[in-house]
């Protein structure tokens, strides 16, 4: 029996999405433009990187190869031309968001069949009622912030605050969240994930996505930075999901950065951990050596969305790429026979684009293991061709959404 490995490089689209102009985002190319920021020096960081973009093993697995194919143009630097190793192509979303919920159901085989709630960007941004009902909930004195803002930006400009009222920093974005800044120490860990459980039963009936505890330690804007503690708290899938449905075939599903978090815990049965990504890659690896026949192992790496996607960073989201490539063998070398990893994202987050949001692009896919020839799979018309690919693979029921490419 074969192992699975569906790895997620969280907003590494590569354009071309063809509704991207209902969502504002036609011409976003998040691979792309980095690409072409690279080439032209935009993205050279003193201590991080310079020249052009090099990704030798992603582009021999065809991310070159699938960019071309995605947005009409081979982004510069990948210029790879031999046998690609495995099936490559690429995928598109029909869910009707860019967010990471949606993404990360739809290609688990579950496309989400409704529109998620969202906050508007007035200020103030939540409803009146809601944090009446919230701060009587919970037990607070108030709150700071009820604004879109940028998670770090917000936490420098009322951190200090927060910890001399005990108000928690509470803040939206496009997404559709609710998200709670905490200090560690002075507010408490536990005492944020409680606060965090009341606003995910208020916002229920809103269709909020996600309510995230954002703790942060230090003591002036000088030194606040976010832990590796967050927590999302997301609504459950409206279906099974191919987490579920290899759980209750006695399968080990193991998952690894916030995929539990993603999936509201369900379906899965060990989670593990890491700040940062080369955190991530390790907690990767020990998922890998946990991982016996017939088990599924779903890797998200998040630092490629909210730490360089979001804040505009250009040098840093190509440095953060380069340095996964680097990474990347150490997982190939440990492959079986039998074994099938894709590496694929959820959507875009260009850092060259407007604004601080994500952006609705087409994801590659690159599937691969030991004995998997070169194989062109094309335009994948939903995400959830990767769940079921890796349903066949591994020998459970399909499911109702997709269609398997090998």
């Known amino acids: 029996m074969a192992r699975a490995f569906l790895i997620v490089l969280d907003s590494v689209g590569i354009g071309g999405a063809p509704d991207a102009q209902v969502f504002g985002d036609e011409g976003a190319d998040t691979l792309g433009h980095i690409a072409t920021a690279c080439a032209a020096g935009q993205a050279d960081g003193e201590g991080l990187r310079s020249g052009p973009l090099a990704l030798p093993h992603l582009d021999k697995l065809g991310l070159g190869a699938a960019a071309e194919l995605s947005a009409g ?4 630097g990948l210029d790879y031309q031999g046998p690609i190793t495995g099936a490559w192509g690429v995928a598109r979303e029909v869910s009707n968001g860019k967010d990471t919920p ?3 159901w739809e290609m688990a085989g579950v496309p989400v069949p409704f529109n998620w709630g969202y906050f508007p960007t ?3 941004c939540f409803p009146d009622d809601l944090i009446a009902a919230f701060v009587e909930k919970a037990g607070l004195p108030g709150i700071l912030g009820n604004k879109h803002a940028s998670g770090t930006t917000i936490i420098a400009e009322l951190g200090e605050e927060h910890i001399r009222t005990g108000k928690p920093i509470c803040y939206a974005s496009a997404d559709s969240v609710f998200q709670i800044a905490c200090h560690e120490k ?15 039963e208020l916002t229920r009936d809103m269709i909020i996505g996600r309510i995230i505890a954002r703790p942060f330690v230090g003591e002036t804007p000088d030194d606040f930075l ?4 967050r927590h999302d708290y997301a609504i459950e899938p409206p279906e099974e999901t191919i987490l579920d449905r290899l759980k209750e075939a006695g399968r080990q599903v193991i998952g690894v950065g916030k995929i539990s978090d993603i999936f509201a815990a369900r379906g899965i049965t060990k989670s593990l951990k890491g700040n940062g990504n080369a955190a991530q890659f390790d907690a990767l690896m020990q998922a890998e050596s946990l991982a016996g026949d017939g088990d599924f192992v779903f890797a998200n790496f998040v630092d490629f969305d909210s730490l360089f996607g979001h804040r505009r960073d250009v040098p840093g ?21 039998g074994d099938l990893a894709i590496i694929t994202a959820d959507h875009g987050c260009d850092p060259t684009w407007r604004g601080n949001d994500h952006t609705r692009e087409q994801v590659p896919i690159l599937a691969f293991g030991p004995g998997l020839a070169e194989t062109p799979i094309g335009i994948r018309p939903v995400f959830s061709d990767m769940g079921e690919t890796i349903a066949a693979h591994l020998g459970i029921a399909p499911g109702k959404h997709g269609t398997s490419f090998l």
């Open 122 to 124: 007035t200020i103030p």
């Open 317 to 337: 989201y190509a440095n953060a790429l380069e340095q996964f490539d680097a990474m990347l063998p150490r997982f190939l070398d440990v492959m079986r026979d």
């Open 226 to 229: 976010r832990t590796g503690n």
């Open 102 to 104: 949606s993404g990360h």
């Open 186 to 200: 002075h507010f408490g860990l536990d005492r944020l994930y409680e606060i965090c459980e009341v606003a995910r």
């Open 73 to 76: 143009s081979r982004p510069t």
